[in-house]
């Protein structure tokens, strides 16, 4: 079990960054693979990016490639999300997820969090 807890989110203009935290409760955090997706207003929640448990491996979706940045410190229990270079249609809801194999994290996450509003004014 754990508990996912982010922030970070906010207003920003088109070209700026924001970085989102996801703070993991329990001792078990180095065990789960981590995630971020969003969900913007009328749209399916949609995969942003994932990291293994050792932060060796990671993944993203097409559209953030080259300005998006995730990665863990594991002494923390936290996953970061560097956001570079925002576009208007960054805006959404972003979640931070947890799975136990990192391969499934990417796509049918066990735990979420409650999620951190970005908007991206052009």
């Known amino acids: 079990q754990v508990q996912l807890v982010e922030s970070g989110g906010g207003l920003v203009q088109a070209g700026g960054s924001l970085r989102l935290s996801c703070a993991a409760s329990?001792?078990?955090?180095?065990?789960?693979?981590m995630g971020w997706f969003r969900q913007a207003p009328g749209k399916e929640r949609e995969f942003v990016a994932a990291?293994?448990?050792?932060?060796?491996?990671?993944s993203y979706a097409d559209s953030v490639k080259g300005r998006f940045t995730i990665s863990r410190d594991n002494a923390k229990n936290t996953v970061y999300l560097q956001m570079n270079s925002l576009k208007p249609e960054d805006t959404a809801v972003y979640y931070c997820?947890?799975?136990?194999?990192?391969?499934?994290?990417?796509?049918?996450?066990?735990?979420w969090g409650q999620g951190t509003q970005v908007t991206v004014s052009s």
């Open positions: 329990g001792r078990t955090f180095n065990t789960y693979g």
């Open positions: 997820a947890a799975h136990g194999n990192y391969g499934d994290v990417t796509w049918r996450p066990g735990y």
């Open positions: 990291i293994s448990q050792s932060g060796a491996l990671t």
